[in-house]
């Protein structure tokens, strides 16, 4: 009798949370407005793969971090994977991807990128916002990510949005093994 009531409060629970994270999943308003600029915003699919490359070709000086296959396995992955992509017209010019574990309740921002000519101008600050408010939503207690130790900028934009710092992977990033500082962020629990 305990192991069936278990088993159904366990059920309802779980469904409860895999259908907050189907809504917030949902993108509703394609077409947004961040200072004076519209862009519009859509999730990541495959066909998307050589455009993301592209920003992060930009960003990472003529480098992909992550290959043509890790995204494909990423964007395959819709039950616990979202990535997102904003565009200006037709030039994309940034993306955000994130995991997110029910049992831990924590969502894990895995990649965020602006194109360098278009940093500064409150796009990726609207990326994390959502995924924020997405996390939020599905009444997760946390978000984290890893940035690289020298880079300053991002680290600021992430705790100016609330994130702190909470340890060092050492020796983290492919290629050039630079120390990761991982960071956290709180988040308000739904009532």
Do not use: C
Not at 4 to 25: C, D, H, W
Not at 149 to 169: C, D, H, I, M, P
Not at 176 to 186: G, K, P, Q, R, V
Request: hydrophobic share 40%; aromatic share 12%.
């Amino acid at each position: 009798m305990l192991k069936k009531f278990r088993e159904l409060i366990q059920n309802r629970f779980f469904n409860r949370t895999k259908q907050l994270r189907e809504q917030a999943f949902e993108i509703h308003d394609h077409v947004i407005q961040i200072e004076d600029d519209t862009y519009f915003i859509a999730k990541a699919m495959i066909p998307d793969i050589p455009d993301i490359l592209n920003v992060e070709r930009s960003v990472y000086e003529g480098q992909t971090p992550w290959d043509r296959a890790a995204f494909a396995n990423e964007l395959r992955r819709k039950f616990d994977r979202l990535y997102l992509v904003i565009r200006y017209h037709d030039r994309m010019l940034g993306f955000i991807g994130a995991s997110f574990d029910d049992r831990t309740k924590t969502a894990h921002i895995t990649n965020v990128a602006v194109v360098e000519d278009k940093q500064n101008r409150g796009i990726g600050s609207y990326l994390l916002k959502i995924m924020i408010g997405k996390a939020e939503f599905i009444g997760y207690k946390k978000l984290t990510l890893e940035v690289r130790k020298s880079n300053a900028r991002a680290q600021a934009l992430y705790l100016k949005l609330g994130f702190e710092k909470t340890g060092v992977k050492a020796h983290y990033y492919f290629g050039d093994h630079e120390d990761a500082i991982d960071m956290t962020l709180a988040l308000t629990q739904k009532e």
